[in-house]
T-cell receptor, first 118, second 112 residues
């Protein structure tokens, strides 16, 4: 258990459905992320929230809509998805800290949601 | 363009072998290099490297960063079947909330 919890673990949805992915972190981190992991591709950053404000969305299609109501919770709202959106969606959180004369970063991932769009 | 490249893409070894996984990065305002192990779902954190030339160790795993060569290696000695996984490296740079650039990973298979 990494301290980052994602639900659901598996989701099958039709192209006309609306669903939401949830992520919760208990680490006191100040930044949260959504990543998409497709086969044989690097992890793709979708959204970054820092102190509950979105700082990047990397031109993700509007059928993905993030929400960060507080620093511990992050949602990804899904609607009218396409089959190519089927992937593993990973949530992560991070925190910077200063030690030994350097800024360091720790980042942990949730277990992911395996999404299948049919 | 910021990027992270890992090699080899895949590796098959026998139990007891020692392996070295490579990661090179080109990331503006680089801060840290992170290694993760991914078995089924969530990548699990292994190491974070910020200083060049200082080895970090955890059991049979060790890693070191070379900022001059913009690279890092992850060594696994006396490999076991439980080491079979995808090993990811990520370079971070400080934007608000950090930006992490991931490589495609090295798939390691350890055969009994």
């Amino acid at each position: 258990e990494t301290g980052v919890t994602q639900t659901p673990r598996h989701l099958v949805m039709g192209m006309t459905n609306k669903k939401s992915l949830k992520c919760e972190q208990h680490l006191g981190h100040n930044a949260m992320y959504w990543y998409k992991q497709s086969a044989k591709k690097p992890l793709e950053l979708m959204f970054v929230y820092s102190l509950e404000e979105r700082v990047e969305n990397n031109s993700v299609p509007s059928r993905f809509s993030p929400e960060c109501p507080n620093s511990s919770h992050l949602f990804l709202h899904l609607h009218t998805l396409q089959p190519e959106d089927s992937a593993l969606y990973l949530c992560a959180s991070s925190q910077d800290y200063y030690t030994g004369g350097f800024w360091n970063t720790e980042a942990f991932f949730g277990q992911g949601t395996r999404l299948t769009v049919v | 363009e910021d990027k992270v490249v890992q090699s080899p893409l895949s590796l098959v070894v026998h139990e007891g072998d020692t392996v070295t996984l490579n990661c090179s990065y080109e990331v503006t305002n680089f801060r840290s290099l992170l290694w993760y192990k991914q078995e089924k779902k969530a990548p699990t954190f292994l190491f974070m490297l910020t200083s060049s030339g200082i080895e970090k160790k955890s059991g049979r795993l060790s890693s070191i960063l070379d900022k001059k060569e913009l690279s890092s290696i992850l060594n696994i000695t006396a490999t076991q079947t439980g080491d079979s996984a995808i090993y990811l490296c990520a370079a971070s740079r400080p934007v608000t909330g950090n930006q992490f650039y991931f490589g495609t990973g090295t798939s390691l298979t350890v055969i009994p």
